[in-house]
């Protein structure tokens, strides 16, 4: 065995970042333990490359869904689900909806007193 695949797995885990995860190890030769080793280390960077491409493409979606929804809101409109439980039976909670402050649940003169 060589010292030089496990310099060159160092070196490789020593610049993986977020930003830079599409080296591989790729080492050849003999199946032994550093060659397993190697391998499962380009398969966990496979995997967190594919892991850290959804989240960004999820957060450029959500980040273009919403410029998309406050674009389509009226100048200072917000609309909000305003969700009250019940107490007691009942069949689920109620809600209203609310487009911005003073609106939302009716408040009966019991609780507003």
């Given amino acids: 065995?060589?010292?030089i695949p496990v310099?060159?797995?160092t070196e490789t885990a020593r610049r993986a970042s977020e930003q830079h995860l599409g080296e591989r190890l790729a080492l050849t030769?003999?199946?032994d333990e550093l060659k397993e080793?190697?391998?499962t280390f380009d398969?966990?960077?496979e995997r967190l490359d594919r892991a850290f491409a959804a989240q960004r493409r999820f957060v450029a979606n959500a980040s273009h869904g919403?410029?998309?929804s406050a674009r389509?809101?009226?100048?200072?409109?917000?609309?909000?689900?305003v969700i009250i439980p019940r107490t007691g039976p009942s069949t689920g909670p109620r809600t209203y909806?609310?487009?911005?402050?003073?609106?939302g649940p009716p408040i009966s003169p019991a609780a507003a007193g």
């Fill in 66 to 68: 919403a410029s998309v």
């Fill in 43 to 45: 398969a966990m960077l």
């Fill in 29 to 31: 030769g003999p199946r």
């Fill in 1 to 3: 065995m060589s010292s």
């Fill in 72 to 81: 389509s809101q009226p100048a200072g409109g917000l609309n909000i689900l």
């Fill in 37 to 39: 080793l190697a391998d």
């Fill in 7 to 9: 310099r060159t797995i």
């Fill in 97 to 103: 909806p609310s487009t911005g402050p003073g609106t």
